[in-house]
């Protein structure tokens, strides 16, 4: 504290030529200073005691502190001026009757009327505005809260309200109030708002996009599962939980991925997991083992997930069970030797037929000119015999060409009576000498047979077949 001779002539005339003592102290606002306090003392020409200055010290800090008060509340109206933020007080008087009541007032008018554009009425305060804006469900929602809180004493509470503006949209609230009694069932609240909409629009878009993204992966036809870097299951669709042969996933958690493979494809498993941080990806085809010990082949794919930060998280496996893939190959490799087999089939019959054409045709003039010897040659002649030889054996040789035309298909197809037994006993050799490679048994009915009505071509092709 300066005192009266720290003074220069031009200062004490500053202050009105007071002759009595002069005491002047700094004042200081937030640390800084701002300016000074001057007591003149005008009322005696006794110097200040120890206890003036003492007092009049005591009497700087207080001003100080009022100053600085006032610099924070000028300070805080300019955030509240450009932050998209609602500041509120209130005193709240709770009666025995459980009855609150408020006395609510904003800290600031117009920046609360910036922080939503509501219409706010002619001499309507904006919170009385705001109340009418909120739906009803959420109005008695507020209501509950604070009163739990009111009752417990808690310290403050924190709540998310909705408020619906002129053009119908609905904007999300997110409120903080500090909470402190005074006692008399008086409360003191202080509340800070802030306008959540567009990280709440966000939330649900993102919560949308992951329920999206879970139905796609848990309705994916193929086996996809989440494994650390080490290959420890974390997480797997039901379609992995039903080929694994479990039945739920909580069961697969905690496995190895490389207990899945048969002990041959291990060590060829263990080495891609190992370099698929450098790989990035991964396919390949293996051999899996379901819990109840079935093989079966598979496609498998893996792919490195990276977190925020770029480094390595863990591993995406999708895998896909080729069992049926695999049968059907079989099945159309049998089905297309079986058509190969056809076709030969089918070849070597029409060489067949036209073998049996051509032979049929040399028999026609070999029995033409054995008829024709028989009709030269008289009764008792050598040569008689010879020829009844020569036409038995061309009778034959005919009866198995109409046999080699039936069995390809070239004979005539005329529907008649066919004596199946006999059939079938004529074309025993053709069939055998058909069928080299299997054990050919036929069982005939003894005795006379019924006749049917058919074509010995269809006949001999089926029974051939």
């Known amino acids: 504290m ?41 009322w005696s020409m006794q110097p200040f005691t120890a206890d003036d200055a003492e007092m009049l010290r005591v009497a700087a800090q207080a001003l100080s502190a009022v100053l600085e008060h006032m610099s924070a509340r000028h300070q805080l109206r300019d955030v509240l001026g450009g932050a998209r933020c609602r500041l509120w007080h209130a005193r709240v008087t709770r009666e025995a009757s459980g009855a609150c009541f408020w006395d609510l007032r904003e800290s600031d008018e117009a920046a609360s009327r910036r922080f939503l554009p509501l219409p706010v009425e002619e001499g309507q305060a904006f919170h009385s505005a705001l109340w009418q804006a909120i739906p009803a469900d959420d109005r008695q929602a507020m209501d509950d809260v604070c009163f739990r809180a009111l009752s417990r004493e808690d310290p403050g509470y924190r ?27 008086c409360y003191l ?40 870097l080490d290959g420890t299951m974390l997480l797997a669709n039901q379609a992995a939980v039903l080929t694994n042969g479990a039945s739920r996933m909580e069961e697969m958690q905690g496995d190895n991925i490389l207990s899945y493979l048969t002990p041959e494809d291990r060590e060829r498993g263990a ?72 076709r030969r089939l089918e070849s070597l019959m029409g060489l ?54 039936a069995y390809s298909g070239h004979a005539s197809s005329e529907m008649g009576p066919l004596d199946l037994s006999g059939l079938l006993l004529d074309s025993s050799d053709l069939l055998r000498a058909s069928a080299r490679t299997a054990d050919l048994r036929l069982q005939v009915p003894a005795g006379p047979n019924p006749w049917t009505q058919g074509t010995a071509t269809r006949s001999l092709r089926c029974s051939s077949t």
């Open 352 to 405: 067949a037929g036209g073998v049996a054409h051509d032979f049929n045709n040399l028999l026609t003039g070999v029995l033409g000119h054995a008829e024709l010897a028989m009709t030269r040659v008289g009764p008792g002649s050598p040569a008689e015999e010879s020829l009844r030889h020569v036409l038995a054996a061309a009778h034959r040789a005919a009866d198995l060409s109409r046999q080699m035309l």
């Open 271 to 342: 080495a891609a997991l190992a370099r698929i941080s450098e790989l990035e990806t991964f396919h390949g085809e293996f051999t899996c083992v379901r819990r109840d010990g079935a093989r079966f082949p598979a496609d498998v794919s893996a792919r490195l997930v990276r977190d925020g930060d770029g480094a390595p998280s863990a591993i995406t496996i999708v895998l896909r069970d080729l069992s049926a893939q695999k049968a059907a190959e079989e099945e159309r490799a049998r089905s297309l030797e079986r058509d190969l087999q056809l």
């Open 2 to 42: 300066l005192q009266e001779e720290d003074l220069s002539p031009a200062a004490r005339a500053l202050f009105g030529g007071a002759s009595g003592p002069i005491a002047v102290l700094p004042l200081t606002v937030a640390g800084v200073w701002s300016g000074l306090l001057v007591f003149a003392g005008c």
């Open 159 to 185: 709540q998310v309200y909705r408020c619906r503006i002129p053009d119908g949209r609905l904007h999300w609230i997110r409120e903080d109030v500090s909470l402190q009694p005074v006692g008399g069932g």
């Open 189 to 228: 609240l202080v509340g800070v708002c802030a306008d959540i909409t567009e990280h709440r629009l966000q939330e649900e878009a993102l919560s949308a996009s992951e329920s999206r993204f879970r139905s796609l992966v848990e309705t994916c036809p193929a086996a996809v599962g989440l494994v650390s």
